[in-house]
């Protein structure tokens, strides 16, 4: 624990101008951004007596290793770059709610030749129309259902609409009067574009003037007496009323604002946000977090209106927003929301009259939100701290394992052999930081030493990364050229950074990345706060496997200097945990959460590991000796197959013959053929239900 005074900046060192701050940990991650008017009279206030400090203030200071802090014009300036940076370091001591991009949204697309209408989750895409967000997509469906009777927009995707275009034939909806049926030209793009802009206005809430026109219009029919078109104005106006009741109106005189209410205790807070448009409920949405930071109910409104406003911009940012509790500083806050939207935003809480009695409609959903959270996280708490405890007890660790990383060896009869890490933090699994790597140094099948050769990997990175940052100094090991390292933090202190390896690659991708391994003996950055490579250490490193992996896996640390990391090995068949230099292993008990955590985590390894491998397999098979042209990409690839019908006949070619497809010349002709000469013939297919060879149509198998 460290001690303020240790890192308190001199009082004539801080400016007393607006501006924003960070501290910073004994790794130089962020752990904190805030924001102030004055710089100096705000920091002063985290430099008192520890006793006095709210105790998450307290755990805050003494976490952090150093303060800085960056001048600011205005206080607008300093609430947008404390958005910024917040989005930016993540700081586990700042508040941060959930995000709630699941969400899902009606859209239309604007942005295309032919606006289509479809539900949407995810980030928001430029050029689309959103309303909402709704609570279950089949809210969104039975609305559009209503409203294609009259605004026959498209809702189908591009293959269909394409299809539909390539023979001459609408879908479904088209023959039903759903869809204006724009793929076989029975409307111009710009007939179909205005049909889309009516749709979004009455969505947006200016629905008296169509419900108007066509109540003229079936009067108009129903006098020169043509009824089956006054009936179907008829029926095109029901549709269109029962789809306003479904958002009842609240508001008078068409209001657009946003009600914002806040439900809190002492550890949690819940957010409940309604959207209202045209006086109308259009869409609700809400958030809870953890009160990481000694912040009230200004403080908590604060964060919810950068969280939802911070990458809005137009007509996403209300004309009014309801809170029920003004921030901090609520000019600055109000003109930084009036920047986003482009005039005028109020900022208030309502005082009398239907708002009011909104708003206490929204306090009441937040009430309900945060204690059907506690229910459900009551329990999941209690069960992931027992298992924790059940691990490190079984184990004989000091401390409950915060951080556990898992790893796997896959491979399919010793080809494309690949390992993965998994990682999992106070017992769930944080994905984004799962991380995958091809075996390099030997080829052939032996889990023992890949599982060697992936653990030396790891922790070769994190021994760098900690050199790198200058928390231990060089020594020269006893038993050879790796540098020994000093005790690491026995407990994770703050959100792991992605670890991203120059030998690995991230979980979110399927592909492979270049070794892009910086120069050692190029200076090293300066550090800016962002999660470094492989940089903070497990509690508890499992391997799937035995005996063998296991005192494989303990080696490849020892052989770094690395002695306060845990070892341990979950083995399929008896489901037993093997420590390193034990001859027998631990049996926990079938019901144990420790065990289940354990199981949860190999199994995880073991799917992302398969993944992978099947992947890079998938990739192999695709291969073609093509490949091997430098210079010659997919759209020539392309070109050369579709000129010639097969890889067969391409081989077959003679120079000048590939030199008459478009784009390829005399030089990229004789690289071609010189490839295709050398390659090795193709391995044949086998239908595996059948035995037989599958053949392509010229003679050579389809692989």
């Known amino acids: 624990m460290a001690d303020p005074s240790s890192y308190r900046p001199k009082p004539g060192q801080i400016p007393d101008s607006p501006g924003v701050y960070k501290f910073r940990d004994e790794h130089r991650r962020v752990i904190y951004v805030g924001k102030a008017k004055n710089l100096r009279q705000r920091l002063a206030n985290y430099f008192q007596d520890l006793a006095a400090l709210h105790p998450r203030t307290r755990t805050m200071v003494t976490t ?81 259902d209503l409203m294609l009777r009259v ?20 879908c479904l909806l088209g023959y039903i009067g759903k869809c204006s049926a724009p793929c076989v030209g029975r409307v111009t793009p710009e007939e179909h574009r205005e049909l889309a802009g009516d749709f979004c206005d009455f969505m947006a809430g200016r629905t008296g003037t169509y419900i108007r026109r066509l109540e003229k219009d079936m009067m108009a029919a129903a006098e020169e007496m043509e009824y089956e078109r006054a009936a179907r104005l008829r029926d095109d106006v029901e549709a269109l009323k029962r789809a306003m009741e479904k958002s009842a109106v609240v508001l008078a005189d068409a209001t657009d604002a946003d009600l914002i209410a806040v439900a809190e205790d ?59 509790a003004l921030p901090e500083d609520p000019d600055a806050v109000s003109q930084w929301l009036a920047d986003r939207r482009g005039s005028h935003v109020s900022l208030r809480i309502p005082q009398r009259g239907d708002k009011k009695d909104l708003m206490a409609t929204v306090q009441r959903n937040a009430q309900q939100a945060l204690g059907l959270h506690k229910t459900k996280r009551a329990s999941d708490l209690t069960t992931r701290s027992r298992a924790l405890e059940e691990i490190a007890e079984a184990l004989g660790l000091d401390t409950a394992p915060l951080r556990i990383e898992c790893f796997d060896i896959s491979h399919l009869q010793g ?17 984004s930081e799962y991380r995958r790597f091809q075996i390099k140094g030997f080829e052939g099948q032996d889990d023992v030493r890949s599982m060697h050769e992936v653990i030396g990997r790891r922790f070769k990175r994190y021994l760098q990364e900690k050199e790198r940052t200058g928390e231990w100094e060089e020594t020269p090991a006893p038993t050879g050229p790796v540098p020994a390292r000093q005790t690491a933090p026995a407990a994770l202190t703050g959100p792991a950074a992605p670890v991203v390896g120059v030998d690995t690659v991230p979980g979110a991708g399927t592909t492979s990345v270049p070794d892009t391994t910086p120069d050692p003996d190029a200076e090293p950055r300066e550090d800016d706060g962002r999660p470094k490579r492989f940089a903070y250490p497990p509690q508890l490193v499992v391997v799937d496997g035995g005996q063998p992996q296991v005192a494989a896996a303990k ?149």
């Open 415 to 431: 080809d494309d052999v690949v390992a993965s890490m998994v990682v999992f933090e106070d017992g769930l699994a944080r994905k």
């Open 64 to 144: 952090a290793a150093s303060v800085e802090w960056t001048v600011v014009s205005t206080e607008v300036e300093a609430l947008q770059l404390e958005y910024s940076w917040i989005k930016e370091f993540d700081p586990r001591f700042n508040v941060k709610y959930r995000d709630d991009k699941s969400y899902p949204y009606l859209a239309v697309t604007l942005n295309e030749e032919f606006p289509r209408v479809q539900v949407m989750r995810g980030a928001k895409k430029k050029g689309v129309r959103y309303f909402g967000p709704y609570g279950h997509a089949w809210a969104i469906r039975e609305t559009v």
């Open 555 to 703: 080696r490849a640390l020892d052989e770094l200097g690395i002695d306060d990391i845990a070892v341990c090995g979950l083995a399929k068949r008896l489901e037993e945990v093997w420590l390193p230099e034990d001859d027998d292993p631990v049996v926990l008990p079938r019901s144990s959460e420790g065990l289940y955590l354990l199981q949860r985590a190999r199994d995880e390894a073991h799917r992302f590991a398969i993944t992978y491998q099947r992947a890079k397999r998938a990739k192999r098979i695709r291969s073609s000796p093509l490949d091997a042209v430098a210079g010659l990409g997919e759209t020539r690839k392309q070109a050369l197959i579709k000129h010639f019908g097969s890889v067969k006949k391409l081989k077959q070619a003679t120079i000048d013959e590939i030199c008459e497809v478009p784009g390829i010349g005399r030089r990229t002709a004789e690289s071609v053929a010189v490839a295709l000469a050398s390659a090795a013939p193709a391995t044949p297919a086998v239908n595996t239900a059948t035995g037989e060879i599958i053949e392509d149509d010229d003679g050579g198998s389809t692989t």
């Open 151 to 170: 605004f026959p927009v498209r809702t189908c995707s591009a293959g269909v609409f394409k299809n539909a275009a390539r023979t001459g034939r609408p």
């Open 266 to 324: 002492e550890l949690e807070a819940a957010v409940q946000i309604f959207h209202v448009r045209g006086g109308r409920v259009r869409g609700q949405r809400g958030w809870v977090t953890d009160k990481v930071e000694n912040v009230d109910t200004s403080g908590l409104v604060e964060h919810a209106l950068q969280q939802l406003y911070g990458e809005e911009t137009g007509d996403s940012v209300p004309k009014e927003v309801l809170v029920p």
